[in-house]
Structures are given as structure tokens and as C-alpha cells.
């Protein structure tokens, strides 16, 4: 189902820094469709982080970025945190479905 | 407080029907159009319908096409998701999400906690 691919986890220590890929195709991110990246804590539903590929909706830390490259976009998170640990997945639109798109999720564990 | 809670999931055998609702909360309904995504277990995200502010225009994934109905009822703030036609693939926690829009932009906000759908015989 999921168009988008992400890693299934990535780990780091309190204070470093952690990345998250999320690689598509030419019909969706490679496209130009924006990107938006989501957050999800055991028990609560989806939040967003990241919308327009870069753009940080209020009262998400800007220790939160994202990018986006030819068809892949990416999650930073600096100074990671013990309240970081989650569900993360990134979204966009893909005209050859045509329809919405979603990545497969990646874990985000903090040592 | 901005919310959307669905109801009316559960189990059912191949073939039968379900009908899924969502109420909505706390934002002006009418002004945006609502998503329905599912998530099969072990599976990641997927976008099954969408429909416009209106009702007018409605959009489905392939893989529900033709036997999934969307509607809405903006009166009342809420949606719905006829389900005919079951099949056991379409075992998922199904949400309901608001699709927001500023300028080029938009994004699925609020998001509701989602009702289990379980087809098995």
C-alpha cells in the first residue's frame, strides 16, 4: 500500500541528531508534490510536524526540520529528547493514482 | 477543542456491509473536505476517500472503488463511509481526517483516533 518508503527505525542518544528518509518517484515527490511529516504517540492520534516540505506549524520546536531533494524529503530532529520517541511518517499526492500517498513509518527510539 | 471521533466499526464476514460515521467538533465542517484513511495491521498508511466541502466531488482509491461510498451530512458535522462488498484485505483501523488548506499548501489536521474494521468469516 504505502507508496513512500521509509527506514523502519532509527535510534540515537539524548542530544544528537537523527534523520528520517522518505523516498518516492517521479509521480509523487519527484513530481513537485509538497511534503508533510507526521508524528505519532502510542495512543494519540497523528500530529503535524512538518507541511509544505519545510514549514513548521506553531508551537512545534524548531529543533524539527524538514528538506526535500529531487524525489526523496527528509525529517531532521536535533537534540533529540526522551518525548521524541515515536511513530513517524511522511505524506504527499501521487498524480499517477491519483490520490494521497503515505510512507511506512519509521520508529524513532532514543537510547 | 478541534476533534473527530468515528464510530461504527467491527466485525464482519466477506461480503456484508458497514457503515462507518464521524463526528466532527470544534471547527467549521462545512469549509473543508474530509478524508478517510486506513491502516491494515502491520501495514503502513493509506488514503481509501476523499470528498469535497459540498459533497459534490468524491474520490476513491482503486482498491475501493466501486464499493466504498463517501458522503457527508454538514448539518449535522458529519461523515460517513458506506462499506459494501467486504473483503478481508479491507481489515484495517480506519480514521477520518480533516485535509486543511493555507495557500499552496495543505495537510490532514485534526486526525480521529479511528474504528477497527475486522472482516472474517
Known amino acids: 500500500h504505502s507508496v513512500l518508503t521509509q527506514p523502519p527505525s532509527v535510534s540515537g542518544a539524548p542530544g544528537q541528531r537523527v534523520t528520517i528518509s522518505c523516498t518516492g518517484s517521479s509521480s509523487n515527490i519527484g513530481a513537485g508534490y509538497d511534503v508533510q511529516w507526521y508524528q505519532k504517540l502510542p495512543g494519540t492520534v497523528p500530529k503535524l510536524l512538518i507541511y509544505g516540505n519545510t514549514n513548521r506549524p506553531s508551537g512545534v520546536p524548531d529543533r524539527i526540520s524538514g528538506s526535500k531533494s529531487g524525489t526523496s524529503a527528509s525529517l531532521a530532529i536535533a537534540g533529540l529528547q526522551a518525548e521524541d520517541e515515536a511513530e513517524y511518517f511522511c505524506q504527499s499526492y501521487d498524480s499517477s493514482l491519483p490520490g494521497y500517498v503515505f510512507g511506512t513509518e519509521t520508529k524513532v527510539t532514543v537510547l | 477543542e478541534v476533534q473527530l471521533v468515528e464510530s461504527g466499526g467491527g466485525l464482519v464476514k466477506p461480503g456484508g456491509s458497514l457503515r462507518l460515521s464521524c463526528a466532527a467538533s470544534g471547527f467549521t465542517f462545512s469549509s473543508y473536505t474530509l478524508t478517510w484513511v486506513r491502516q491494515a495491521p502491520g501495514k503502513g498508511l493509506e488514503w481509501v476517500s476523499s470528498i469535497s466541502v459540498t459533497g459534490s466531488y468524491t474520490y476513491y482509491a482503486d482498491s475501493v472503488k466501486g464499493r466504498f461510498t463517501i458522503s457527508r451530512d454538514n448539518p449535522k458535522n458529519s461523515l460517513y463511509l458506506e462499506m459494501n462488498s467486504l473483503r478481508a484485505e479491507d481489515t484495517a483501523l480506519y480514521y477520518c481526517?480533516?485535509?486543511?488548506?493555507?495557500?499552496?499548501?495543505?495537510?490532514?489536521?485534526?486526525w480521529g483516533q479511528g474504528t477497527l474494521v475486522t472482516v472474517s468469516s
Open positions: 481526517a480533516n485535509l486543511m488548506a493555507s495557500g499552496p499548501y495543505n495537510w490532514f489536521d485534526p
